[in-house]
Nanobody, 124 residues
Framework: QVQLVESGGGLVQAGGSLRLSCAAS????????MGWFRQAPGKEREFVGA????????VYGDFVKGRFTISRDNARSTVYVQMNSLKPADTDVYYC?????????????????WGQGTQVTVSS
């Protein structure tokens, strides 16, 4: 049974930082690309960024503009997103996802497994 469990969300002031983690189990983590998405109620899921199976390639959503960094630790089966210079517009539920092709992709439809999400709230 595959599980992706996000953690690290919370309330932060504008300009602050958060580090989200996503711990995976039940899959060969090192074979999967991992993505981060976010979604607000009533809106479409938005691509935050993704990292290849090896960690050698990362891609980011256009809105990130150098503020977020995705990394992974295959020994711990965990992927991270370090989020700096947070804005109120970054308030969302953040989800991690696993893609069995191993290549980072922007479209949510290509991902095989999803976590339950963690809330990030940025106050002004």
């Amino acid at each position: 049974q595959v599980q992706l469990v996000e953690s690290g969300g919370g309330l932060v002031q504008a300009g602050g930082s958060l580090r989200l983690s996503c711990a995976a189990s039940g899959l060969t983590f090192s074979r999967f690309a991992m993505g981060w998405f976010r979604q607000a109620p009533g809106k479409e899921r938005e691509f935050v960024g993704a990292i290849s199976w090896s960690g050698g390639t990362t891609v980011y959503g256009d809105f990130v503009k150098g503020r977020f960094t995705i990394s992974r630790d295959n020994a711990r089966s965990t992927v991270y997103v370090q989020m700096n210079s947070l804005k109120p517009a970054d308030t969302d539920v953040y989800y991690c996802a696993a893609d069995g092709t191993g290549a980072p992709r922007r479209q949510p439809g290509g991902y095989d497994y999803w976590g339950q999400g963690t809330q990030v709230t940025v106050s002004s």
